[in-house]
């Protein structure tokens, strides 16, 4: 079934039943009884079921986690600091030296969420990715995405950034050493955190275009820079932009304001999404025109987050992490658009293109919550691809502190030598 089917398709009985109520309502007489409230987010089942931990329990996997972490974080800094005077002295050995720093980053993600949140990941994709997307043996997804491209989804929760850097370790070749992320200028200010955000090459905007316009295309110029091999041959940094068309996560305030929105420009709104924001995409789209041919687009949806709820109520960093109630499946379909048949010479064009596509992500979605599944695959495989965040291998997040321990080795060493030239002479 095709996104445009699905927003086409004849009504439900429940939806017969939601309009012939609306119906009655208007006919009727008020019942002077006042209706009972609906129920709150507290009064519906978490979607994970209950927590698998107690207080206790839960309490030495947030010290765990944190620790795990927090060493990670640390260890990949450092080791940032460590190379950044490769800066001056070779700019490709830099960015090529920060790609390892940036997997190391992204395997301490993955490797938390493997460890502390096991997901169940379900995929499926239309025809325009055919052949994209396949099962290893040993059942984990494999994606052939390009080297370079703009990656758009719907923002459920923060975390789905985590899972769809995830998605660059799945691809063939690796690009979550090559993950670019747009966030909010103020957190470039948290300790470790930002500078290490800032060494990776992330964007930080304002939010107010007249600003971040030419921060954006500086750094947009960076990531198309050509370079030359030893024998003549030019070629681009791999990169995969990250943009949430819609600004901020999903929530009840966004809604409101989506819908406030939507009313004022006399504009159809969305129900399981907000409306995008086009300005930003349309801008990052001109300055890579050339160097990206395709953005491919998520539609992201979280198991069990009832109809008119959000995920931010339910998958929380302490639900997820530490209670044990990671959702049951990350459900994830995959589209494929070429620049060349984007509207890029218009922006109200452009801004009218990238609607349409966020209201077949909420017909999707529609399908989705009424379901649980989004449409089978497209892509060549028979129904959906269920995967879950893992590495390849268990010891790979010993790649995470290979780097710095490689310096330590080698301080260690050098000043050894120092010493015995010191007592010989």
């Known amino acids: 079934?095709?996104?445009?089917?699905?927003?086409?398709?004849?009504?439900?009985?429940?939806?017969?039943?939601?309009?012939?109520?609306?119906?009655?309502?208007?006919?009727?007489?008020?019942?002077?009884?006042?209706?009972?409230?609906?129920?709150?987010?507290?009064?519906?089942?978490?979607?994970?079921?209950?927590?698998?931990?107690?207080?206790?329990?839960?309490?030495?996997?947030?010290?765990?986690?944190?620790?795990?972490?927090?060493?990670?974080?640390?260890?990949?800094?450092?080791?940032?600091?460590?190379?950044?005077?490769?800066?001056?002295?070779?700019?490709?050995?830099?960015?090529?030296?920060?790609?390892?720093?940036?997997?190391?980053?992204?395997?301490?993600?993955?490797?938390?969420?493997?460890?502390?949140?096991?997901?169940?990941?379900?995929?499926?994709?239309?025809?325009?990715?055919?052949?994209?997307?396949?099962?290893?043996?040993?059942?984990?997804?494999?994606?052939s995405f390009p080297e370079r491209m703009v990656m758009i989804a719907n923002h459920q929760i923060y975390t789905d950034w985590l899972y769809l850097w995830w998605v660059g370790y799945t691809n063939n070749p690796h690009m979550h050493g090559h993950i670019y992320i747009i966030l909010k200028e103020s957190l470039k200010w948290i300790p470790i955190i930002g500078p290490g955000c800032m060494f990776l090459g992330f964007i930080f905007m304002s939010r107010k275009m007249a600003v971040d316009q030419p921060r954006l295309a500086h750094r947009l110029g960076k990531l198309k820079t050509r370079h030359t091999e030893p024998d003549g041959k030019s070629y681009m940094n791999p990169m995969w932009l990250l943009l949430f068309p819609e600004g901020t996560n999903l929530s009840g305030n966004g809604r409101v304001k989506s819908a406030k929105w939507a009313e004022k420009m006399g504009i159809k709104d969305t129900e399981h999404l907000m409306l995008p924001r086009s300005t930003g995409m349309f801008f990052c789209l001109n300055e890579l025109k050339g160097s990206v041919e395709y953005v491919y687009d998520c539609t992201v949806a979280y198991e069990g987050v009832p109809r008119g709820g959000y995920g931010e109520d339910y998958f929380t960093l302490s639900s997820t992490y530490f209670q044990g109630r990671p959702p049951k499946s990350v459900n994830f379909y995959w589209r494929r658009f070429a620049l060349a048949d984007m509207p890029l010479d218009n922006a109200e064009e452009f801004d009218k293109w990238l609607r349409e596509r966020w209201y077949e992500k909420d017909a999707l979605l529609e399908q989705y919550i009424s379901t649980g599944r989004f449409p089978e695959n497209g892509a060549g495989i028979k129904g959906h691809i269920e995967t879950e965040v893992r590495t390849q291998y268990w010891w790979e997040f010993v790649k995470i502190f290979v780097m710095l321990g490689s310096f330590g080795l080698s301080f260690n060493v050098l000043l050894k030598g120092l010493r015995h030239f010191v007592r010989g002479a």
């Open 1 to 143: 079934m095709t996104a445009f089917e699905i927003r086409h398709r004849p009504p439900t009985v429940s939806d017969s039943s939601k309009l012939n109520s609306k119906v009655e309502v208007t006919e009727c007489t008020p019942d002077p009884t006042p209706a009972p409230n609906p129920k709150s987010k507290l009064d519906i089942p978490h979607p994970a079921g209950k927590a698998k931990y107690g207080r206790f329990r839960a309490l030495i996997r947030a010290i765990t986690c944190a620790i795990y972490f927090i060493s990670g974080c640390v260890t990949v800094h450092l080791t940032q600091f460590l190379g950044a005077p490769l800066y001056y002295l070779n700019r490709e050995f830099y960015y090529a030296y920060m790609a390892l720093t940036k997997a190391s980053f992204g395997l301490l993600m993955t490797t938390m969420t493997q460890w502390w949140a096991p997901t169940l990941i379900r995929v499926s994709g239309d025809d325009s990715v055919a052949g994209q997307l396949s099962l290893t043996p040993d059942g984990r997804i494999q994606c």
